[in-house]
């Protein structure tokens, strides 16, 4: 009476294959591009990538330009007369160059990366190791209105959420005074203003330590295998290479080093502290939210007592009981009173 | 006008070029001067004696409550003790209601419509189809809900709720949920639709819809006696006598617990996918215990929560039992329309190791769980013909032991894994319509609400499928 | 500065029976509207329940009331029609119960607010109470929970915060219908004009801020000279609030 369990079970896992097959189609994004799009696409990768390399002083070179955009040398060799052509960049010596025109368009696709980068910091709730990806995605498709708009509902922003300037919509952009944190020398305090997003590897192993953009550091010993700084009270080691996509500014002499300032995380239940802020990696409704219930500078706060399983943690402020998840609590500096 | 307009266009403007000025930090340095000002002002009106005596009484009790030794066996305790009170309850006031809307007002009503004559369709889609779905979703619905609503209400009043949410929230921030869920999943074990109204008191969206949408996986009030009755029949009688109820009882909180392990895997998928990029924030308040009042709250939430889902579920029964009847009674081409359905869906039924009955059993009666077993045992009798069982095509019964009852389902061509997909599939099923339409009012998002129905369906499907074969597989035929 | 709120006979058979009636949901033709706000987990619904005599259901959660309550009660031959608020710990952030708080207090243009603060937790309340009177003028505090609160050793100076704040300042202990007759006294007179605000406005800001705020709230009460609240909203607007600046676009400001 019931069809045969072997052959229903084959029927379940190909139609289950199936289903798996086509939403990975739709994911990866050459998927029902036309022509023209890819080629805009890649164009515009080509002026993006062209003006980071001006902007870092070095030059361009074919080989160089078709290793990072992962294109056979024809291909490039098409866009470029394509580009040329469009008075969009030069090709002179093996060297490419952008026109003006070229530098327009570039910072425009940049500015909308940015913005794009800041959007998804603020407005939702994709994880940071996620931004760059989609803001890759988004750069080629939002229009001049859409960017405008996105720009009037973000504040019109001045940074990117990894400390990038963003370019006004007449292409006019700051010129941050950044040293990479491998520079600093030994007990020099700075703030971290930048961390590089790419590559992904060194990026990852960055957020995974828990480093913050805006956190004060204080640079202990560097020499050239390791480079150890102390942040928010813990200390950190890292080797120069990932140190050198961390990008820092020294404190001014308004601001002052806090020696004792460590994260929330730290404290443990009976013990009392005052709150110095919330970092600046903490954004949107989560600022906002911890802001109203009192998370501001100068609050006391007392731990209390931890859930079964360790997290979250219970902590009084302002005589109110408010439970924070270990993340969170990462995010709220204090100094300990004792 | 104009001149307004371009006023206020200067204003945009002005605030635009201010807003670059001042910088990203204007919320904070706000908020910042707000608090600083209640602190000037709350220093100035504000005096306290003996601060240490403060909240002793609290931080006492949440140490215990909250404790690595006590927090979970006492959370255990209460929540089965208000599950077996509910349960156990509820029989003596639920037969009573059945007594009396079943086998008084319905055989009176059935009289006084023969005395006046009344034409025999109109009695039967009046009094079989939607007076029974009616006072079925009455009896079984009413007093499980009077029971728990207030049990629970009482937890949530003296603030013994935010402490379950705060012990269980590791568990479901692994699956990128909020704590709060907790809650709002243990108040779908008293009804869906209540356990979705509830998810208001998260926050934060991205959680909130998650909790909304996996909800159904409580086992709710409406579904406990199904799987009760269909445990006691298939897996009870396979063991000794003395063990049936034991066994019994064991299947079905196996089933209510695979229900929380559903509920985990479908927050895990979801956050995963569907609901990725939505904002995603954790706050929870845990306020000062305050004794509820009794009587009060009693009142409040019998009002509050009961009668207003109750209402909502009998507006939905009652068409149903239109509907219920209306398919065995109305025939093409000599057979009733059930009969046609059952014909048709009984190859996809078989395959997911269930039968035509029982599918269109779930069609129809989506507006309450509480009528699948009746409208099963009804459509049951009437495909098979069987004569001197039942109460006639179209009219819902259940029968008095589940010894009956399960003579009828063997007859119909059940087998133990009919009986083990069905308490599956009544446990991973689209929501009932009460519940979808709740869901609505919430999202107002037809979407979401397609999702909450189909997700499960999925599951349920996939699952029953699963079983079947293996089952066939291992069982060799 | 204000009248203080005399302080109405207590025990007097009279005042109930004469004066006020409660109406439950009934609430058409009313000659005043009253709105709830407050923080969650300060007994809002059960002074809104002891006002009205409706059972609303009280929660020990943020966001228990969501689409907001309605009811009303009668006085002195007035019709007072009342809202309940959902809970939020402030009007600043942009969830949807904040949303619905704001924009009515905003947009619904109520007759008096009346803001219930927990006693016991006055600091951390008043962040509510100071952007409250930031939009509106006409405000009542009723200060709940002072059974809970001297429990606690806590004892507040009404008479200096309602000098402080601007409005008039109701002790309550709502469970035990505690003050109430005062409450509905004051929103009397608060309604009627009787008693006259002079709302505490947000002090303390940083210069730059302060500086932006002024020019921007200038330029809006140049344009709109009959906005009590043109402060508030240029805050809004360098908060980049979205709706703020929706309302700006659609002269939703003109009608006052």
Not at chain 2, 56 to 63: G, V
Not at chain 2, 149 to 172: K, Q
Request: charged share 20%; glycine share 6%.
């Amino acid at each position: 009476m019931a069809p045969d369990p072997i052959i229903s079970l084959v029927y379940f896992v190909v139609i289950v294959l199936a289903i798996i097959l086509i939403w990975r189609l739709q994911k990866s994004t050459r998927f029902l591009q036309t022509s023209q799009q890819i080629r805009k696409t890649l164009v515009e990768d080509i002026l993006k990538q062209l003006y980071h390399v001006e902007y870092s002083g070095r030059s361009a070179s074919l080989n160089a330009m078709a290793g990072a955009l992962k294109l056979s040398i024809k291909k490039l060799l098409r866009l470029i007369e394509f580009m040329t052509d469009r008075n969009l960049m030069r090709f002179d010596q093996n060297t490419l160059q952008l026109t003006d025109s070229g530098r327009d368009y570039a910072l425009k696709i940049i500015r909308v990366h940015r913005l794009y980068e800041k959007y998804l910091s603020e407005k939702t709730g994709f994880d940071k190791s996620e931004w760059h990806d989609r803001a890759e995605l988004k750069e080629h498709t939002l229009t001049a209105d859409q960017t405008d708009e996105l720009y009037q509902v973000l504040g019109n922003p001045r940074f990117d959420p990894h400390g990038d300037p963003i370019p006004t919509a007449s292409g006019e952009i700051l010129q941050p005074k950044w040293q990479p944190l491998s520079s600093l020398k030994e007990n020099i305090t700075a703030r971290i203003v930048h961390i590089e997003d790419e590559p992904d590897v060194i990026y990852r192993q960055i957020i995974d330590k828990k480093l913050h953009i805006g956190s004060q550091v204080k640079m202990v010993a560097a020499d050239e295998n390791h480079i150890r700084f102390y942040s928010e009270g813990n200390e950190y080691e890292f080797s120069p290479i990932v140190a050198s996509n961390v990008s820092v500014e020294e404190l001014t002499e308004k601001e002052s080093f806090e020696e004792n300032m460590v994260r929330l995380s730290a404290l443990a239940p009976g013990e009392r502290a005052r709150v110095l802020g919330i970092s600046s990696e903490c954004r949107g409704m989560n600022r906002r939210r911890l802001l109203d219930l009192g998370f501001t500078n100068g609050s006391e706060i007392e731990a209390e007592f931890d859930s079964p399983m360790k997290e979250p943690k219970a902590y009084t402020i302002r005589n109110t009981l408010i439970a924070l998840r270990g993340d969170q609590a990462d995010l709220i500096l204090i100094k300990k009173v004792l | 006008m104009g001149k307004v307009e371009e006023k206020t266009g200067q204003i945009i403007d002005l605030a635009s070029k201010l807003r670059w000025q001042v910088g990203d930090d204007f919320h904070d340095k706000l908020t910042e001067s707000i608090y600083a000002d209640a602190a000037v002002i709350s220093s100035r009106v504000e005096s306290t004696r003996d601060r240490k005596a403060n909240y002793t009484f609290d931080r006492a009790l949440d140490r215990i409550l909250t404790s690595r030794t006590f927090g979970f066996p006492i959370m255990i305790l209460i929540l089965s003790v208000i599950l077996w009170i509910t349960i156990q309850g509820a029989n003596y006031p639920s037969g009573m209601l059945s007594v009396l809307l079943l086998e008084t007002i319905y055989p009176f009503l059935k009289q006084v419509s023969a005395s006046v004559g009344l034409i025999w369709w109109i009695d039967g889609f009046l009094l079989d189809g939607v007076y029974l779905a009616l006072a079925w979703v009455i009896a079984v619905m009413l007093p499980p809900m009077a029971i728990f609503f207030p049990l629970f209400t009482l937890l949530e009043d003296f603030g013994y709720l935010p402490r379950v949410a705060f012990n269980l929230d590791t568990l479901f921030k692994r699956s990128g949920a909020h704590g709060k869920q907790a809650l709002t999943m243990t108040m779908g074990w008293g009804c869906n639709a209540a356990g979705v109204v509830s998810t208001r008191i998260i926050d934060s969206p991205r959680e909130r819809l998650i909790a909304i949408i996996t909800n159904n996986f409580s086992l709710c009030n409406g579904r406990w006696p199904t799987q009760i009755l269909i445990a006691t029949i298939f897996i009870g009688a396979l063991v000794p006598n003395g063990f049936t109820g034991l066994t019994a009882s064991a299947s079905v909180i196996g089933i209510a617990i695979l229900g929380v392990f559903f509920t985990f895997l479908s927050s895990w998928l979801l956050s995963k996918t569907l609901l990725k990029g939505e904002v995603s924030s954790f706050t929870l308040e845990l306020p000062p215990y305050r004794p509820p009042r009794f009587w009060k709250t009693i009142y409040t939430s019998i009002i509050d929560r009961t009668l207003i889902v109750l209402w909502r579920a009998m507006v939905f029964a009652a068409p149903a039992g239109a509907v219920i009847w209306l398919v065995s009674n109305v025939d093409i081409g000599g057979d009733s329309i059930a009969d046609h359905a059952i014909f048709y869906l009984n190859d996809f039924g078989l395959l997911v190791g269930l039968n035509g009955v029982i599918l269109l059993a779930y069609i129809v009666a989506i507006p309450a769980n509480e009528i699948v077993i009746p409208t099963i045992l009804m459509l049951t009798v009437a495909n098979l013909n069987m004569i001197g069982v039942g109460a006639g095509e179209g009219v819902m019964f259940e029968l008095d032991s589940s010894m009956e009852t399960g003579a009828i389902l063997k007859a119909g061509g059940w087998t133990l894994l009919t009986g083990i997909n069905l308490m599956l599939f009544s446990l991973l099923h689209n929501p009932c319509s009460t519940t979808l339409y709740t869901i609505f009012m919430e999202t107002k998002s037809a979407r979401w609400t397609a999702v909450s129905a189909v997700l499960p369906l999925i599951f349920g499907f996939v699952v029953t499928f699963l079983v079947a074969q293996i089952w066939r597989i291992i069982a060799g035929i | 500065m204000i009248n203080q709120v005399t302080n109405p006979c207590d025990d007097c058979a009279i005042y109930n029976a004469a004066q006020l009636k409660k109406l439950g949901v009934d609430v058409e033709n009313a000659d005043y509207v009253v709105t709830l706000a407050g923080n969650p987990n300060t007994g809002k619904s059960t002074v809104f329940n002891a006002l009205t005599g409706l059972r609303q259901h009280t929660g020990n959660w943020p966001g228990k009331t969501v689409t907001r309550a309605e009811g009303g009660f009668s006085y002195n031959d007035k019709r007072f029609k009342l809202i309940d608020l959902p809970g939020t710990y402030s009007l600043l952030s942009t969830s949807q119960d904040e949303e619905v708080a704001r924009n009515f207090i905003l947009f619904g243009q109520p007759d008096v607010t009346v803001i219930v603060v927990d006693a016991s937790r006055l600091e951390r309340n008043l962040n509510l109470v100071l952007q409250v009177l930031e939009i509106t003028g006409k405000a009542v505090l009723c200060l709940n929970l002072m059974d809970e609160a001297k429990r606690h050793g806590i004892e507040i100076d009404d008479r200096t915060l309602s000098k402080d704040l601007g409005i008039p300042v109701v002790p309550t202990s709502a469970r035990s219908f505690k003050g109430i007759n005062e409450l509905i006294d004051t929103i009397h007179k608060v309604a009627t004009n009787e008693v006259l605000c002079k709302p505490h406005r947000i002090k303390n800001l940083s210069d730059s801020v302060n500086m932006a705020v002024d020019e921007l709230s200038k330029k809006i009460s140049n344009t709109y000279p009959n906005l009590p609240n043109s402060r508030w909203i240029a805050m809004r607007l360098l908060d980049g609030d979205q709706r703020v600046l929706q309302a700006l676009q659609n002269n939703e400001f003109m009608i006052t």
